[in-house]
């Protein structure tokens, strides 16, 4: 039995909500224990976990808001425009623009710790941040902001 239908078996047997131990999953989809952590395991994101109120050593599993595998397979998904789109870059722009970053990032690799300057190191990052935000054509935080999350949003009322 194939991952999909294992864990399919499990939904359609024990997708009611209530707490199930391993021994009543075992019982109620006809897997071996084995096939029944694993799938468990792969579909944390689904499933809570909690010690039984009768015996602390064994573990009792709710399945949650779980799609099945058919329902993921049945949508249709389109890439992203931005993979539609490739833009390229030629080589030597590659190099002339990188090397200088390359070069600098190597000198401040071999110093010291003491008269190594974690500012400069931070300012060659953000000349590579910059040069990729360019090749890539995302847009840069406004100047001040280190990035998007940093700027303060205005709530926005739909009427």
Not at 51 to 56: A, G, Y
Not at 88 to 109: C, F, N, Q, R
């Amino acid at each position: 039995m194939t991952y999909p239908n294992k864990w399919n078996a499990i939904v359609a047997a024990c997708g009611d909500g209530h707490w199930h131990t391993v021994a009543e999953i075992v019982a109620a989809t006809g897997l071996i224990p084995a096939q029944v952590y694993n799938a468990l395991s792969w579909r944390r994101r689904f499933v809570d976990r909690r010690r039984s109120s009768l015996n602390w050593r064994l573990k009792e599993y709710r399945l949650v808001e779980s799609p099945g595998i058919d329902d993921i397979k049945s949508k249709s998904v389109t890439p992203p425009v931005s993979i539609q789109q490739i833009k390229s870059v030629s080589v030597d722009e590659l190099a002339a623009k990188l090397t200088p970053i390359v070069t600098a990032l190597k000198i401040e690799g071999r110093k010291n710790m003491a008269t190594m300057a974690p500012a400069q190191v931070a300012y060659l990052a953000a000349r590579l941040q910059r040069l990729l935000d360019e090749w890539t054509e995302r847009p840069r935080p406004p100047n001040g902001a280190r990035s998007f999350r940093s700027i303060p949003r205005i709530p926005v009322h739909k009427e």
